[in-house]
């Protein structure tokens, strides 16, 4: 698989708490350049973003995030806000604590919450596996599907660890026809996004591919 066709997947992301309009632009720049999927950037800077790129990328940017602990209705807010500045996907985290509790329909609720805000609109929603034991893991693949989500993601890339290659084929057994897999965190050179996509996962959270091939290139 060459850079570019890797690149396609790539959600070219900047949510470091410190980023400024300068930096988050360039990656503006770089995500139309190479042809990423989209840029991955803080709700915030939606609207700015949208205004800057028009349609030349997909915007996507987070909700309830790192932590997930917000309310469904904060969460709900945040998600419509996100969309009424432009934007074109939304990576929602859960409430890990929910599923400690095994209060799995409230967390599928949410979910149906956000999808039906989002509307046509690409929903992922990110599990924070490094938190999770593997049966958690698979009892969000089946909450994930019922809900009616457009992916699964693995992590926000602020907890513990990121994607490994073991969580995505997990994922990929045991997620339902039609959901999509999102490998985020840690992702650092050009054979690992190979190896993610190659094991199933559709979509790559990075800020470091772009890098790889603009040093190489």
């Known amino acids: ?38 840029v991955c950037i803080p709700p915030s800077y939606v609207r700015q973003v949208k205004d800057y790129v028009k349609d030349r990328v ?6 309830g995030f790192p932590n997930g602990y917000m309310t469904t209705a904060t969460k709900e807010f945040e998600t419509k806000d ?10 929602m985290v859960i409430n890990i604590g929910w599923v400690k509790d095994q209060r799995y329909d409230c967390i599928e609720a949410e979910i149906r919450t956000l999808k039906a805000a989002c509307k046509d609109k690409i929903l992922k929603v990110i599990i924070e596996t490094c938190l999770l034991t593997d049966e958690e893991k698979i009892k969000m693949c089946e909450i994930v599907t019922a809900a009616g989500a457009d992916y699964i993601k693995t992590s926000t890339g602020f907890s513990k ?9 997990l994922f990929a057994r045991h997620v ?9 965190g840690g992702i650092s050179s050009m054979e690992d996004a190979e190896r993610f996509l190659s094991l199933g996962a559709d979509r790559l959270g990075t800020s470091r591919i772009i890098k790889l091939v603009k040093n190489n290139s």
């Not at 997909?58 to 909700?63: E, G, Y």
């Not at 996100?82 to 990576?91: F, K, Q, R, S, T």
């Not at 660890?161 to 084929?169: H, N, P, R």
């Open 161 to 169: 660890a990121g994607a490994t290659f073991s969580d995505i084929e």
């Open 1 to 38: 698989m060459d850079s570019k066709e890797i690149l396609k997947h790539v959600d070219h992301t900047l949510l470091a708490p410190q980023a400024t309009f300068q930096e988050i632009r360039q990656i503006c720049d770089d995500a139309i350049a190479y042809g990423t999927a989209s």
């Open 82 to 91: 996100a969309l009424a500045n432009g934007a074109d996907e939304i990576d």
């Open 58 to 63: 997909a915007v996507c940017t987070v909700i």
């Open 176 to 184: 339902g026809k039609g959901v999509k897999i999102k490998a985020a």
